[in-house]
């Protein structure tokens, strides 16, 4: 089993993503550079935090036209597990291959801290290893993860289960206090309708180890490698 | 030439007739230029030579000591950590954000340049009231500007200081430290070496921006400062991202001699410290530098300070493989000259020669003062104060909590939830316990950052606050679990060629000498900032201690919260009859006076000694600190950070109340013990010598404290209570 990592110029979780996946899961992964143009070869694409193009313009706006972003949207397009976390998700976002837009933070500042998050959808790829409604406490750091988008989408959004997670409070409890960013319905992280791109504000990579203060993020990569067994 | 022009410079008399006869000539213009900027206080620490020397710099870790652009210690395993402090306090006073985040760049260009991956950032910042809106201002866009740079280069900012004071209200106070690390052998050092070898300018481009920086950072701020924003450089953290990646891959790859960042007195600056350094010259043509603007003349190009640049020596022969490095990561990277063998930095323009100057005379030559020293005659007040004749408020409580939500001793969770805390995950312990503990991947090992100093304590007693920095930024560490190893200053004073400053300098330095000496800390870096003075005078003397320590596995990690219910809670030292000079005088009686606590180094070893190995041999489960608000606030702060009450119950013995609750008597640590092992803490406290008592119980949803000779409870607060003054109390007034 092998991941794919993409560093675009600015991304900076990308060795954290990678340590993740090689020393605590013990698969391979390579990075996978902006200006490449296949990503060939790989059980899952995971565009890594950070501030690619240094968030100028606007977050994820210049990478999505990295080259290697065609690659990326044929591959998740056929079916390919794609996980984009913080500026992932914001890029994923600007290239279209998920719906909706994010806004800056409702205070205007950076926020980094433990979150709670409530998974909604247990039968994913990403969060298959997950309980219904199962709580999880995992770190965000970002200042635009603020998630919009029209009426008819979020409703469609919500209906077909699309919703993966929810800022909520350690007991599961989905309320505006709990919501760090603004973001609607405290969505911290949605899919496309087949299920198979994610995009997530939070960071998984930041608690899978015992000394990094919690291992709930190592379900979402266990479940991706228990999701690529099975289907096997 | 203008015969005053040396004296608009910021030049000395005696200056300019010592460089005419090094020249044995009229320096021309951009000469002049480049002499001024090295030859300021900033860049040649000619005030402040001399006293430096006092420091203690070797150890057997140092690798490397204060002179390069970070120092270095060896922490085991092949590998070293480098690090530093700088200040960037002027441009910050100014433009807040832009100040504050190219502090940030500069430091960790300084870190970069020594080859060493950088893995954290902290700072310690000092600001006038919150209750002044031009306060609030500067807070918020220092710590924008930290966030901003900081956060998209990818560094955790995981510690720091902040303190509120009106002394720094027409000056704040901006330290920035960076902390790398790398493999013992890839360390790189800042010398031109081999002579014919290529000297390539890499990363930004050169642009007006920052002209004069380091002679503005030289003076007193005044109304006219604000003229001087253009002295204020702008920064972009995403060039600067590009350029770590693409210097780290060059130096792995064995291309690289010597590197210098670019900071104070831009090309000039690190063309002459790099020749110098190597004992070598070097020939420069200004036409090869990429400018961001046409039109620039030799003068600009040589003393523009604009930021994310870098001078790299490669060998001979690689300048095409550096290129590609740069070229993938969509940087410039130009030859603009090489090493020669005259000691000659020659500064060309094409064919004609601007500029020749020796290399050493920029870096070397600039005569050392030794200002003129008085002592200041406000200190025999603040020695004969006596707090025992004012009222002791009936209310205990209240008093508490006012000091729990006074902003200095208040969480600064407003302040770091802005900083990417955890990126690069090695944070083990997070900001908000007394030491950052950052875990070393690959090894069973961490190290513990802080960053302290007591302005007000130097203020009233220059040597003992000195050497109290020092302690208590090695306490904070010890309290993480770690063994304090090595430290770097900065040391913000007001303008040295007054005598009163000048004699604060020296006593600060002689105390945190003394200190370094007794805990085995050596000084491998650091920074001075002078001349921290506006129209409402000089700040408090303020040299701030970052300390690094060495956890040796990293099951020793400790924080301040309390753990378990039914955990013993020791006191690791004995309180004073000390109250001079607290925050219980600041909060409840608004003074600022008094004797400072006194710190007995012996005592202090004795105690840092003693929790190392309780952590060690697994004894002690929490440890924390006392110091600003004393027992009461230290014990509130292990309540709120564990989510956990206490019972606690003094002796008064000679004390009066507020000293037993909230002096601040140094050499005392709050540790929790296993309910089964009091007898194993107090033997062990026996064998250190450090007197040490049971003061009480981990439980509940409350701190309580009885105090012998009172029957009621003197605290009792819910967590909750003091979680609401504590934590709120800057977001409220941020609001």
């Known amino acids: 089993m092998k991941f794919g990592i993409v560093v675009f110029p600015g991304s900076n979780c990308d060795a954290d993503v990678k340590h993740v996946v090689e020393r605590v899961l013990g698969f391979k992964a390579d990075y996978l550079w902006h200006k490449d143009k296949s990503v060939k070869g790989y059980d899952c694409i995971i565009l890594p935090g950070g501030f690619s193009y240094g968030d100028y313009l606007r977050e994820g706006a210049i990478a999505r036209f990295s080259p290697i972003m065609e690659a990326v949207t044929d591959y998740a397009l056929k079916g390919g597990l794609v996980l984009g976390i913080c500026n992932g998700f914001q890029i994923l976002l600007e290239a279209g291959l998920l719906s909706g837009a994010m806004r800056k933070n409702d205070s205007l500042q950076f926020r980094c801290h433990d979150t709670y998050l409530r998974v909604e959808n247990e039968k994913t790829p990403y969060t298959c290893l997950c309980s219904p409604g199962e709580v999880l406490k995992i770190p965000i750091a970002h200042a635009a993860g603020n998630y919009y988008v029209d009426e008819n989408t979020l409703k469609e959004l919500e209906e077909s289960g699309q919703v993966i997670f929810r800022y909520c409070g350690p007991t599961g409890e989905v309320t505006p206090q709990y919501n760090p960013n603004g973001s609607l319905n405290n969505i911290a992280g949605i899919t496309n309708r087949d299920g198979n791109i994610l995009g997530m504000m939070p960071h998984p990579e930041r608690c899978a180890e015992e000394i990094m203060s919690g291992v709930d993020g190592r379900k979402i990569f266990e479940s991706i490698v228990f999701w690529l067994k099975e289907r096997c | ?735």
């Open chain 2, 1 to 735: 030439m203008k015969s005053e022009t040396w004296k608009e410079m910021g030049l000395r008399k005696n200056e300019y007739e010592l460089i005419k006869k090094i020249l044995g000539r009229e320096p021309n213009y951009l000469e002049l230029g480049m002499f001024a900027v090295m030859w300021s206080e900033h860049c040649s620490y000619k005030n402040s030579k001399k006293a430096l020397k006092m420091f203690p710099t070797k150890g057997e870790r140092v690798i490397c000591g204060p002179g390069e652009n970070a120092g270095a210690v060896d922490i085991g395993n092949g590998k070293a950590v480098v690090f530093k402090v700088e200040s960037h306090n002027h441009p910050s006073a100014i433009e807040p954000f832009q100040g504050a985040a190219t502090g940030v760049g500069g430091i960790i260009r300084d870190i970069l340049c020594m080859g060493a991956r950088p893995i954290a950032l902290l700072n310690s910042l000092r600001f006038g009231r919150l209750d002044s809106p031009r306060v609030r201002y500067l807070f918020n866009g220092v710590v924008s500007g930290i966030a901003w740079y900081g956060n998209c280069m990818g560094i955790p900012t995981v510690g720091g200081e902040v303190y509120f004071n009106k002394s720094y209200e027409g000056n704040p106070l901006v330290n920035a430290m960076c902390i790398g690390i790398l493999n013992r052998d890839d360390l790189t050092r800042g010398k031109a070496e081999g002579v014919g070898n290529p000297v390539m300018l890499v990363g930004a481009r050169t642009g007006r921006d920052g002209i004069h920086g380091a002679t503005f950072a030289s003076e007193e701020l005044s109304s006219e400062s604000e003229s001087k924003r253009p002295s204020v450089q702008v920064g972009d953290p995403f060039m600067e991202k590009l350029l770590l990646e693409a210097c780290l891959e060059v130096t792995r790859a064995g291309y690289i001699v010597g590197m210098q960042d670019l900071g104070a007195a831009g090309i000039t600056g690190a063309t002459s410290e790099t020749a110098s350094r190597a004992g070598l010259g070097m020939e420069i043509d200004v036409n090869r530098v990429p400018l961001r603007e046409k039109g620039m003349t030799p003068y600009e190009i040589m003393l523009s300070e604009s930021q994310e640049r870098m001078l790299v020596i490669p060998q001979k022969g690689k300048e095409k493989e550096v290129e590609k490095v740069f070229k993938k990561w969509d940087l410039e990277a130009v030859v603009i000259g090489y090493v020669t063998s005259d000691g000659i930095l020659r500064v060309k323009n094409g064919s004609k020669v601007e500029a020749e100057i020796p290399a050493r005379a920029l870096t070397e030559m600039c005569p050392v003062y030794s200002p003129e020293k008085k002592e200041p005659s406000y200190l025999k007040e603040a020695e004969s104060f006596d707090w025992r004749k004012l009222p002791i408020p009936e209310d205990m409580n209240k008093v508490l909590i006012d000091l729990l939500s006074s902003p200095s001793i208040a969480s600064k969770e407003w302040v770091y939830r802005q900083y990417d805390h955890m990126v690069r995950i090695n944070t083990a312990v997070r900001p908000g316990s007394d030491a950052a503990v950052l875990r070393i991947k690959g090894t069973n090992k961490a190290i513990a950052a802080s960053m302290d100093g007591n302005g007000k304590y130097c203020y009233l007693d220059p040597r003992m606050g000195g050497s109290i920095a020092v302690a208590e930024a090695a306490r904070n560490v010890v309290c993480a679990g770690a063994r304090p190893i090595a430290l770097t200053d900065c040391l913000n004073f007001g303008n040295p060629e007054k005598p009163e400053i000048y004699w604060q300098f020296e006593q600060v330095i002689k105390g945190m000498s003394e200190a370094a000496e007794a805990l085995g800390t050596p000084v491998i870096s650091g920074n001075v900032s002078f001349y921290n003075e506006s129209e409402r005078g000089a700040i408090y003397p303020t040299p701030i201690v970052g300390m690094v320590g060495l956890i040796e596995d990293i099951s020793h990690i400790r924080s301040q919260g309390f753990k378990e219910e039914g955990d013993l809670i020791f006191l690791l030292g004995k309180t004073e009859p000390e109250l001079g000079a607290s925050m219980y005088l600041e909060v409840v009686h608004g003074l600022e006076t008094g004797r400072v606590p006194v710190l007995d180094l012996k005592k202090e070893k004795a105690v840092q000694d003693l929790c190392l190995e309780a952590i060690r041999t697994n004894l002690i489960k929490s440890a924390h600190d006392c110091s600003e608000g004393g027992l009461a606030v230290a014990l509130a702060e292990s309540c709120i950070s564990g989510n956990i009450g206490a019972d606690i119950n003094l002796v008064k013995e000679n004390l009066e109340l507020p000293e037993l609750l909230f002096g601040e008597t140094q050499s005392r640590i709050i540790v929790t013990v296993d309910k089964n092992k009091k007898e194993d803490m107090l033997s062990l406290a026996e064998k250190f010598g450090v007197p040490t008592s049971l003061i009480g119980e981990v439980g509940g949803r409350e701190l309580k404290i009885k105090v012998s000779e009172f029957s009621d409870e003197i605290i009792n607060l819910s967590i909750a209570k003091m979680e609401k003054a504590w934590r709120g109390a800057i977001e409220c007034l941020m609001l």
